[in-house]
């Protein structure tokens, strides 16, 4: 104890005398801080706590009424639902992929590289991840890069969305059917070649594979025959000019990947789609009717309403683990780097594969830290309330409602109810409890050393 | 200490080196070569798509804050590079002439500096005396710091803002400074008190037989050894207070609002207001961007050491 060398020198009155100043001494350097966390802490914990137990205005004592609000009522359980969601998924995704960044990151040359391009996001603010996502998240394939990506990888595994705007002519023998679908307006028979004109596709929107149309005139190819019906179905119309309706000109393509469905007294009884010619073949089909169904001529795929209610919690946890998956992967690989390397190589000469490895190895050496990396995000996620507040549009934010945005409402919106919003206060703090018991313990363990 | 640091000697060479079974060295050597090098492969093209992922958004809003308003509004970002003519500074000098973001970006900087200051000394004040003061009770206290890691700034709103209104410091800069510190402290002296206890006793022994007073052996001996925890955390509260919405929203002068606030307000009206948003957007990252690649270490080990937080 630096303070007992002195009583040597002098007498007790002056040992007295020290401890007073030494105790003044500490007072002033504690003061300052110790004054701020009372008046700006922990004088607001008493306060939300006793001003949850009361109403709206804050004059009659409710009890725990505001807390079983959180439950009955319909806007605050969606925040409760919602916040539950994000504790179970975001956390996890965030850790997942940090461990396996931190991981996969010491294989390659440019690991530190990639470290650095995944924790940045840290740097910033919740604000700007926001925007950025806000951006990421637009709605219109052309200016939103989720749903131009997503779009892509839609047209190219989907089937060609068909022929959006296709329709006939009033002199073609079809007729709109209702629903976006057009039939023919008279039976079709085995032998009598049907012709199946549409107009109103872009030269530029024909599927690459289609080829000029064969004419229905000519006998069809081999396979027709009993109560098959064949025909055609073509693009009506010559580019520059010269087409006659109703007849296949030399130039006009076949509506290559057109279906056609065969309908005898409501029933489809055989469906077909055109070949790259146009040509098709129903059998069984004698004194049907043809119908073109509407899925030919729907509108081009928009891809995905991200910011809609049901996407928006998903979409806006996406930005969140954006964020905060190189926090995990930075925390992950400190402790990586704390592995013995001897371990790891016994284990590989041993014969295990390297997931072995990760799996039965690495992976039970880091449980101390992954755990203390999902705690942290737990207790972050919590509070989350700018990514929501930013990404979420107006209208979906009843939707994306979570504890923290739903108690800045309760407190700081229009139709303010403090208790409400206090009982969510005290709710945040009783979650974390445990958190600031294991930090107590810990703490009480290395200061009693 | 961080993993951001390159760490090549110690990396496993697990992808390149053979993992035949030691019993047909030879037979399974190529084969398991080759799968190694497949592996080595599926794992550069996973971690480059990951890449992208990350870096695509932020580089989405870049080019947008380069783009005018009728590209903006008429197609996407990537097309920038089928014409890079179109990138244009126009965003950024109507946005600075204006003033309004200029404003606000000096509100931050005087919310944040002052903050930062404040938590690293009275942070430091207080992890001294925690560390090598006598008193009594001293355990107990220092426990109950601990014990406010983790409340949440929410439970503060409203008391605070009661409190700030009878005093006057409702929407002040000092009412934000203030706010800020408070929550900033029980970190800063769990940090700063860590760090304190372990420098020799011999030093402070060694100072005070020279004569030296509490006072003069926090600035002369206790300070400047603490320079790396107080770097750390200096460079962690600083950003935790540029970057902050929340509290600004609610205590912050609404006519010389903070950044983050000013560009919050412009959110509501998201869509034909890109032109704005995107440069506010990306100015307000700057400052924390440059921060970051400049005390990249410093910033990675006051995270971690936040772990707690």
Do not use: C
Request: charged share 15%; hydrophobic share 50%.
């Amino acid at each position: 104890m630096p303070r007992t060398r002195r009583t040597d020198t002098g007498n007790t009155r002056s040992t007295t005398r020290d401890r007073k100043r030494s105790r003044a001494v500490a007072a002033g350097f504690l003061l300052p801080a110790l004054l701020l966390l009372g008046a700006l802490v922990v004088y607001p914990i008493g306060y939300s706590v006793q001003r949850s137990l009361f109403d709206r205005s804050g004059s009659s004592f409710v009890g725990l009424d505001n807390y079983l609000a959180l439950v009955t009522d319909d806007s605050l359980r969606t925040a409760v639902r919602n916040n539950l969601i994000w504790l179970v998924l975001a956390p996890a995704v965030a850790t997942v992929l940090g461990l396996l960044f931190a991981v996969l990151t010491e294989r390659v040359r440019w690991g530190t590289a990639f470290k650095l391009v995944v924790f940045m996001p840290m740097a910033i603010s919740m604000l700007a991840a926001g925007i950025i996502f806000r951006l990421v998240y637009e709605q219109d394939p052309d200016r939103g890069v989720a749903n131009a990506v997503w779009v892509g990888v839609h047209d190219t595994f989907a089937e060609a969305s068909g022929f959006p705007r296709a329709r006939p002519l009033p002199a073609h023998p079809l007729r709109a059917a209702g629903g976006g679908a057009y039939v023919t307006k008279e039976a079709v028979r085995a032998g009598e070649p049907v012709r199946l004109p549409l107009v109103g596709v872009a030269p530029g929107r024909m599927p690459e594979e289609a080829r000029p149309a064969r004419d229905p005139a000519t006998p069809p190819t081999a396979g027709a025959t009993g109560a098959t019906v064949t025909g055609t179905a073509w693009l009506d119309f010559t580019k520059g000019g010269g087409g006659r309706p109703n007849v296949v000109d030399p130039a006009e393509l076949g509506l290559a990947g057109l279906r056609i469905e065969a309908v005898r007294d409501g029933k489809v009884v055989a469906t077909a789609t055109a070949a790259a010619d146009g040509t098709f073949a129903l059998p069984g089909a004698d004194g049907a009717v043809l119908r073109l169904p509407a899925s030919n001529f729907r509108e081009q795929y928009d891809g995905v309403e991200w910011l809609g209610p049901s996407l928006v919690t998903p979409a806006v946890i996406g930005a969140y683990v954006w964020m905060w998956a190189g926090f995990a992967m930075v925390l992950i690989g400190a402790g990586l780097a704390a592995v013995p390397r001897e371990l790891l190589e016994a284990a590989r000469v041993d014969g295990a594969n390297e997931w072995q490895v990760f799996r039965r190895i690495t992976v039970p050496l880091l449980a101390p830290v992954l755990v203390v990396v999902l705690v942290t995000l737990m207790i972050n996620v919590l509070k989350v309330f700018d990514l929501v507040f930013v990404i979420a549009p107006g209208s979906a934010q009843d939707d994306a409602n979570v504890l923290a945005l739903q108690l800045y409402r309760s407190s700081f919106g229009t139709d303010a109810d403090l208790g409400v919003g206090s009982a969510i206060a005290v709710v945040l703090l009783l979650l974390v409890l445990p958190v600031m018991a294991v930090n107590i313990r810990r703490i009480r363990r290395e200061t009693r050393r | 200490m961080t993993s951001l640091t390159p760490r090549a000697s110690t990396a496993p060479k697990a992808s390149t080196a053979p993992k035949a079974s030691p019993a047909s060295p030879t037979s399974g050597s190529r084969a398991s070569r080759i799968a190694a090098r497949a592996a080595g492969g599926a794992v550069r093209v996973l971690l480059v798509l990951a890449g992208l992922f990350w870096l695509l958004p932020t580089a989405g809003l870049l080019f947008s804050s380069f783009r005018s308003p009728s590209d903006i509004a008429g197609s996407g970002w990537w097309e920038v590079f089928a014409a890079p003519a179109q990138l244009t500074t126009e965003n950024y000098t109507r946005l600075l002439a204006n003033g309004t973001i200029t404003g606000s970006l000096l509100s931050t900087v005087l919310i944040t500096v002052p903050a930062t200051l404040l938590v690293l000394l009275l942070g430091s004040f207080a992890g001294y005396a925690f560390a090598w003061l006598e008193f009594p009770g001293r355990d107990w206290w220092f426990l109950g710091v601990v014990a406010l890691l983790v409340v949440p700034v929410q439970v503060a709103l409203v008391p605070v803002s009661k409190l700030f209104g009878a005093v006057g410091l409702f929407e002040t800069t000092l009412g934000v400074v203030l706010f800020h510190t408070a929550f900033g402290l029980p970190f800063a002296i769990f940090l700063l008190r860590n760090f304190f206890a372990e420098i020799p006793r011999e030093l402070l022994e060694a100072a005070r037989l020279d004569g030296a007073g509490e006072v003069r052996l926090f600035t002369r001996v206790v300070l400047p050894l603490g320079g790396p925890a107080i770097a750390s955390l200096g460079i962690f509260q600083f950003l935790w207070v540029w970057n902050d919405m929340l509290i600004a929203l609610i205590f912050a002068d609404s006519q010389s609002p903070p950044i983050t606030v000013a560009l919050q307000q412009q959110v509501r009206q998201f869509g034909n207001n890109v032109d704005v948003l995107a440069p506010g957007a990306f100015l307000s990252m700057v400052v924390p961007l440059a921060v970051f690649f400049a005390f990249q270490r410093q910033f990675a080990s006051g995270v971690m050491a936040g772990a707690v937080k």
